[in-house]
Every structure is written in structure tokens, then in C-alpha cells.
């Protein structure tokens, strides 16, 4: 615990979208030191620790330490941050000054295990248009950070508990040391290839400079906090030796080169049960098929495609998600499927008899080309399909969000041709209104509410935009009463550049608890799934470094769930999370708690729980503190599952 004078109160200021305290609070200043005298690195950092639900901003103020405690399920990922803000200045080159994060393995007294890397993780949070959101990963068990004056960084520490994973309580411990000024500052001896690094990252920042003349003011405040990251990055480069850049690894064997460490405990409980494999929820979310081979620079149907796609798709799947893939065409024609392999190839059966994955799209290949070879083409892959036990997993995601009878036409015309091969195939379509040359008036409840009698039996998979309730949960009833369970009628729902605040959604500069709150609503309205139209469609761009543009007419980070990541270094091959990204995660296993608790003592009982705590009450009433969620998913959840 730090002495109690070093604790400076946040300040009343709201952040984007009442997302955090950490924006437009200005320093009174940062103070020097002689680098060459004896500190403690306690001394010249501030450390906290904050919810992963907070947005840690620049300016977000320092609070006492406290040792991190953390309780977590087998199978479940917990996270927490790390915030970090210089006292002084130890360094030389305009920053504060470097610190080194090591962190040690979680062992527990059996001397049972969390690994680093594969179970304990840490990542730097980077800003996205100035809000904390891209989780650049550090290299363990020991990363380098840079600390700029008067400014805090956060960084993000996941543990993920493996199912077989003996419970109990884990141990370890995350070391911070400030990095002595003689470290850092000797650069005689960069190589040539550092220099070119440094004069090659130059030029691509003035050419992005340049070509901010062409745009908007609001495209130039993105590209502005873009060309400021790369400038951070490329001071790193010209002050350390080996030319590694801010997230990568430290190889310093001399403790001279440190100064005293500051030590964080951390301690994980991790409890006698298991979240389920197979999610309780089928969340299916789109990957942009274009966006990535545009990006890098592949072609379509190579084998640098499948395994571009192989590694998104596999990715994707340890957030307790069902990603496809998908191309749009005209009219919000969508083409989507999981796997992008034939029904009677090897990996086909890998990716669909993955317990993990509880639903998959299959490719309706007419929406390519109406020739009778796709038609063809078609009947063979539902035909092998139906043969196999992960049938019943399979759904054609073929049209989103009709808006006439024409294109309601098109849905019967393809779902009749799908039929006409398997009479059990499921058809999803999704929906924000009726037709609008319908009977109904053009945009009325009574015309969203009737669709199932316009698309029954060409659709088994009605799903909804949340944007049509607002904050009405009533109308849920309305919904579902139109529906023929017995028919094998689903009720799914959907977030994309709506509802907007303060309903919860994952823009960006939403609050952390909006974030998660998405799935709390999925389970109180009862739906049976989940679908989110894309996870990386972000603007066109031609190479893996390329600047990440959110795309225009939408809100910020609508579409936008991860990154690719060599935009933050070259040398990282797997995409880099958004935290919107593990909030989801975080949302998802909550439904499983909640899932959990009512087949114990009945879905009244969850009900009653998640509103007596304060977590949930509708869609515009959930809480805005991370207590209450402890207080639901950690304290009330102990109990039960001990006994």
C-alpha cells in the first residue's frame, strides 16, 4: 500500500461518452531528477491497479496501491489494470522515463501452475482516436515501456484459467523497474539497419502528415493521434540500443542498469467449476473477407488466404465467439460461412466438431454466380453436411436487413433453393422493420412485428435489432408472440451502429460497463442468440502497417473489434484486441454465470439477483461501477459454488 499522502483524488471530469475520469485535467507540472543518484523505483512511479470496466485515460489521477486479488472459474479470463504515471522526470530525449514490467509465473502451494504467455498475458493500452483501446501485447516475462511527463499509461494483465486447471490459489508477482538513464541514452553503437528503420519510419509519418491536407477535421484528429504514436515509437528507437520499439522485450542482464524494484502481488482463486465449453450463447461475428485480403495483400483462394483466414477464425474462437467470414454484394447481399473449405475436406470437420463453436454459417455460393455449377456446388456441400452429427449446427446467413418485398422475395426465391436440399436447413435473417411497401405504415412496430408471417417458412433464425426497443423491454413479448417455437422459430438479437448511448453498445468512449452490459441485456430479454456484422471493417487500406480507419457514417469503433497487428510492430503476426473486445469476452462469461445461477435456483431468482445488486435493470438503468459486478458475479457466485 502506498502512504496515503501520495493519493490524489480524481477530478470531476466526465470522459467521452461518461466514460472515465481521464481526459481534459491539465498537470500543474513534473519535476526532474539527477538520473545518477540512488532511487527506488517507487519512488519515481505511481502504480495502481483499476477495473478492466475503467477507461484509464492521460490524465487519469494516481490512486494507493493496493495488491491485486483476482477470482476466476475454470475456463474463464480475468483481467485487470495496471495504471502507471511518472512522479519525475529520470530520463532524457522528452520523456519521463523507461520502465521495465516483468511478471512472474502464478503457482500455487500444490505447485500447480498459470503459465506466462499461454494463461498470464500483459498488454500496453493505446489510444484509438484518443480513447484507451488497442492492446498491444508485451513481450514476457519481461517488456519495456516508455513513460511520458505529467501523462498515465495503463496496462492490461489477463489471466486465463485453463478447464483442467486444479483450483486453488495462485500466486506471483508483477515487477516494475525504472530503467537507469545510462540504459537508455547510448546509441553509438545502432546499427546501419536501425538507422534505416528510423529514416524509413520518418518518411511513411511525413507522408501522413502530408496527406492530412485532404481531410476532414475529424479525419485529421485520427490521423493526428496516429503520426503522434509513430513519433513515440521512433524516439523510443533513437534512445535504446538493438532498436526494439516500445512493446518489445528486454534482454538486461545487469541489475545496475535497474533501479529497485516495485513489486505488485498478485493472487488468483480459482474456483472448483467450469464455464462451459460450448457457449451457452451462439455469437456469431463477421470478419471482412475484403478488408483482409486487401490489407495483406493476398490472393483470393491462395494459400496465404486460408491461412490468413485460418489464423483469424482461430483467434476469434478464444473469446467464446462463432466467427464467419463474409462479403457483401449489392443490396446488403451478404455471402457468409465459418470455414472457408469444402464440406469433405479435413479442416472442414476440425472447425465444425469444435466443441467451442456452437453454430456455423454455411456458404450460400449462388449469391456468387447463379450458374448451375454453383448451384451444384451447393446441393454437394448441404448434402455432406447432412450426414454429419454438427449438422444441427449449421444456419444460412443470406440477406441483412430487407427493407422491401423485393428483397423479401429474393430471401424465399434462395431459402427455397436450400430447402429444396434439406428441409431442416436454418436461414437467419436479420431485421430492423417490416417492408416498406407493405399493408403495415412504412416504419411501424406492427410492421417490424409481423415480419415472421411474411418470411415463415424461409426463415427459422428472426433476428432483431436491439435499436427497435429503445429502452421498451415490454416489447419484447410483442416480439416472441409472433414466433412458433414449435416450429424450430428462433429470437436472436443484434448491435451495430445502434442503439447509441446510453444504451449499451461497443463504440468507443463508451463506459466500461456499457460495454458489458450488452450481454447482460441479451439474457434478461431471453434471445437465443447473438450476431454482430463485423469485427475489422475498418476503411480500405493496402498494407498490414497501414493507419486503421474507422469507417465514415459510423460511430467510432462500430465494426471495429480488434486490429491488424503490425500497425503497432511490424513483428506482430496475430491481430491485436480492442479492450471493447475483452469486455465482450468479460459480457459473455457473465452470461454463463447467469446461466449458471438460474439452473440452480430458477431464472426469477438470476432475475431478482442481478437487479437486488444493482447490475441490470434495463437498458437504460445498469450500473455504472464495477462494484456492483464484483458484487454479482463474485461475491453472491462464491457461495453457491463452494457448497
Known amino acids: 500500500m502506498q502512504n496515503s499522502s501520495e493519493y490524489f483524488p480524481p477530478p470531476p471530469v466526465e470522459g467521452v461518452a461518461g466514460g472515465g ?30 477495473p478492466n470496466t475503467a477507461t484509464v ?35 532524457v530525449g522528452g520523456i519521463a522515463g523507461f520502465a521495465q514490467v516483468n511478471c512472474t509465473e502464478l503457482c500455487s502451494d500444490a505447485s500447480h ?39 498515465t499509461m495503463s496496462l492490461w494483465v489477463s489471466v486465463y484459467v485453463p478447464p483442467s486447471q ?27 539497419a536501425d538507422r534505416e528503420d528510423v529514416r524509413s519510419g520518418f518518411l511513411d509519418l511525413l507522408g501522413k502528415v502530408n496527406a492530412l491536407e485532404r481531410k476532414s477535421l475529424s479525419e485529421m484528429t485520427g490521423g493526428i493521434q496516429a503520426v503522434r504514436a509513430g513519433l513515440e515509437q521512433l524516439q523510443e528507437l533513437c534512445l535504446l540500443p538493438n532498436g526494439q520499439f516500445g512493446n518489445g522485450n528486454m534482454d538486461i542482464d545487469d541489475d545496475t542498469s535497474l533501479y529497485p524494484a516495485l513489486r505488485v502481488k498478485l493472487s488468483v482463486t480459482v474456483w472448483d467449476f467450469v464455464l462451459p465449453i460450448t457457449p451457452s450463447l451462439p455469437a456469431v461475428f463477421g470478419i471482412s473477407e475484403t478488408v483482409i485480403e486487401d490489407r495483406f495483400n493476398l490472393e483470393h483462394r491462395s494459400s496465404a488466404w486460408y491461412d490468413a483466414l485460418d489464423m483469424h477464425y482461430r483467434w476469434l474462437l478464444n473469446y467464446r465467439i462463432s466467427p464467419f467470414f463474409c462479403r457483401w454484394g449489392d443490396n446488403m447481399r451478404v455471402l457468409t460461412y465459418t470455414c472457408p473449405w469444402p464440406a469433405d475436406h479435413p479442416k472442414a470437420e476440425e472447425y465444425y466438431s469444435d466443441p467451442r463453436l456452437p453454430v456455423y454459417a454455411v456458404a450460400y455460393t449462388p449469391a456468387l454466380s447463379s450458374s448451375s455449377a454453383a448451384k451444384e456446388m451447393l446441393r454437394q456441400e448441404v448434402e455432406v453436411l447432412r450426414t454429419k452429427l454438427h449438422w444441427k449446427k449449421a444456419y444460412f446467413y443470406l440477406w441483412d436487413e430487407p427493407l422491401s418485398l423485393e428483397h423479401y422475395d429474393m430471401i424465399r426465391t434462395m431459402s427455397e433453393e436450400i430447402r429444396s436440399s434439406a428441409l431442416d436447413a436454418r436461414v437467419l435473417t436479420t431485421y430492423y422493420c417490416g417492408p416498406s411497401d407493405y399493408s403495415y405504415a412504412p416504419g411501424s412496430f406492427e410492421a417490424f412485428v409481423k415480419v415472421p408471417s411474411i418470411l415463415r417458412p424461409h426463415t427459422q433464425i428472426f433476428c432483431t435489432s436491439e435499436w427497435v426497443l429503445g429502452s421498451r423491454e415490454d416489447l419484447v413479448k410483442d416480439i416472441t408472440s409472433e414466433l412458433q417455437p414449435e416450429s424450430n422459430e428462433e429470437w436472436w438479437t443484434y448491435v451495430c451502429m445502434g442503439p447509441t448511448d446510453p444504451h449499451p453498445n461497443w463504440h468507443l468512449g463508451m463506459r466500461g460497463t456499457q460495454h458489458r452490459a450488452v450481454m447482460w441485456r441479451v439474457w434478461k430479454e431471453g434471445g437465443t442468440g447473438f450476431l454482430y456484422w463485423g469485427a475489422n471493417c475498418y476503411e480500405r487500406a493496402l498494407s498490414p502497417g497501414a493507419e486503421v480507419r474507422f469507417r465514415r457514417g459510423l460511430p467510432p469503433g462500430d465494426g471495429t473489434l480488434f486490429y491488424p497487428g503490425q500497425v503497432f510492430n511490424p513483428d506482430l503476426t496475430e491481430p491485436v484486441a480492442s479492450v471493447r473486445l475483452e469486455r465482450l469476452l468479460s459480457g459473455l462469461q457473465d452470461y454463463e454465470y447467469l446461466q449458471l445461477y438460474a439452473s440452480r435456483f430458477g431464472r426469477a431468482a438470476a432475475l431478482a439477483l442481478i437487479e437486488k445488486t444493482g447490475l441490470y435493470f434495463g437498458p437504460d438503468r445498469y450500473t455504472h461501477d464495477h462494484g456492483a459486478v464484483d458484487l454479482a458475479f463474485v461475491s453472491t457466485f462464491f457461495w453457491p459454488w463452494e457448497g
Open 113 to 151: 501452475v498459470l503459465e506466462i504467455g499461454s494463461s498470464v498475458k500483459i498488454c500496453r493500452v493505446v489510444p484509438m482516436l484518443g480513447v484507451p483501446d488497442a492492446l498491444v501485447p508485451l513481450e514476457l516475462p519481461s517488456g519495456r515501456i516508455a513513460l511520458q511527463p505529467g501523462e
Open 57 to 91: 485515460g492521460h490524465q487519469e489521477q494516481p490512486r494507493p496501491l493496493e495488491h491485486i486479488a483476482m477470482l476466476a472459474a475454470r475456463n474463464e479470463k480475468e483481467s485487470v489494470q495496471l495504471a502507471l504515471r511518472p512522479k519525475v522526470t529520470w530520463a
Open 166 to 192: 486444479p483450483p486453488g490459489i495462485y500466486n506471483g508477482e508483477i515487477i516494475i523497474n525504472a530503467m537507469k538513464g545510462d540504459a537508455i541514452c547510448s546509441q553509438s553503437n545502432a546499427s546501419n
Open 21 to 50: 475520469t481521464g481526459y481534459g485535467w491539465v498537470d500543474a507540472g513534473i519535476r526532474g531528477v539527477d538520473p545518477t543518484h540512488q532511487q527506488e523505483t517507487s519512488g519515481l512511479v505511481h502504480v495502481w491497479s483499476m
